[in-house]
């Protein structure tokens, strides 16, 4: 009995630190900490919302005292729940002091802060210094943590650095800012064609066309994942869906033309060679193409 009291007064205490540091650190739990750049990476970003910090730092702690506390389970459970909600709460009243306390100018300023910002990002990304580009849009999202495009271009920036797992993770945590973003689901299926998840990349891409059809890359993406699985005539008919939406664009023919001869329709790919002819006469497949098209029967 009283190892029980000893471990329930050593909870409570636990308790009222985990509290009282939190409570201390809000404004840095709130934003992502730019100074700490360097050390703490994409951590931020990564754990996604505050809610999920919480949730994994409190089983973590009840999982690990659930074998001393069997007796006073429920109460802990009780006492977590609280403390928890108690914590969410303060962060929503913070956020929204935080809102409500910049003035017209001061909205302006930061408006004119996450431009220019973005202009430093993408000229980074242009040159080639992913690193630095990567801490703009970190420093962006600082600012406004639910800017998709600042996520969207840091999660390019960390796929062009072939960083796949935080590439993947930004994009998912745009799925939670926006659940019909077509842009994440197609960056997603990029992902995992890299990582040579096809049958994953066809479901993002399949996706992605679900919320936005109208959009030539996303057919081309689909078509080209259904040639590397070997289904031709998917691949055919993604393409001239792409056609449909950019006639005069020479790689889109570029890729009919290919998906005609492998599935052999002679008809179609001789009018898309002709259209090939018209507006890239100078392309350096043409006579490749011309030999494959007479060859068809």
Do not use: W
Not at 129 to 135: D, R
């Amino acid at each position: 009995m009283i190892i029980d009291y000893i471990l329930i007064a050593l909870v409570v205490i636990s308790l009222v630190i985990i509290f009282f540091i939190i409570g201390r650190k809000f404004p840095v739990i709130s934003s992502i900490n730019t100074k700490a750049i360097p050390e703490q990476k994409i951590k931020v970003v990564k754990n996604g919302l505050l809610e999920d910090r919480l949730k994994r730092k409190f089983i973590d702690f009840r999982a690990k005292t659930s074998s001393y506390t069997k007796p006073t389970a429920e109460k802990i459970k009780v006492c977590f729940q609280n403390l928890y909600n108690r914590i969410l709460e303060l962060e929503r009243n913070y956020q929204k002091k935080m809102k409500s306390a910049a003035t017209p100018k001061e909205h302006q300023e930061l408006k004119k802060k996450i431009s220019m910002l973005f202009e430093d990002g993408e000229r980074l990304v242009e040159e080639e210094n992913f690193k630095e580009a990567e801490k703009k849009y970190i420093e962006i999202i600082s600012i406004d943590h639910k800017n998709t495009e600042a996520f969207k271009n840091l999660g390019e920036v960390y796929f062009k650095m072939k960083d796949f797992q935080h590439a993947k993770e930004i994009f998912q945590h745009i799925l939670k800012l926006d659940s019909e973003n077509d842009t994440a689901y197609s960056s997603l299926g990029l992902i995992a064609t890299a990582e040579g998840h096809l049958e994953e990349a066809k479901e993002d891409y399949l996706k992605s066309l679900s919320i936005n059809n109208q959009l030539a890359a996303h057919h081309i993406d689909l078509g080209e994942t259904y040639k590397s699985l070997g289904e031709k005539e998917k691949a055919l008919e993604c393409f001239k869906e792409v056609i449909k939406l950019e006639p005069n664009n020479p790689k889109n023919l570029d890729c009919l033309i290919e998906a005609c001869i492998q599935c052999k329709e002679k008809q179609m790919a001789k009018k898309a060679f002709q259209k090939l002819k018209e507006v890239n006469p100078d392309n350096e497949k043409l006579d490749d193409f011309k030999e494959k098209i007479d060859k068809l029967k």
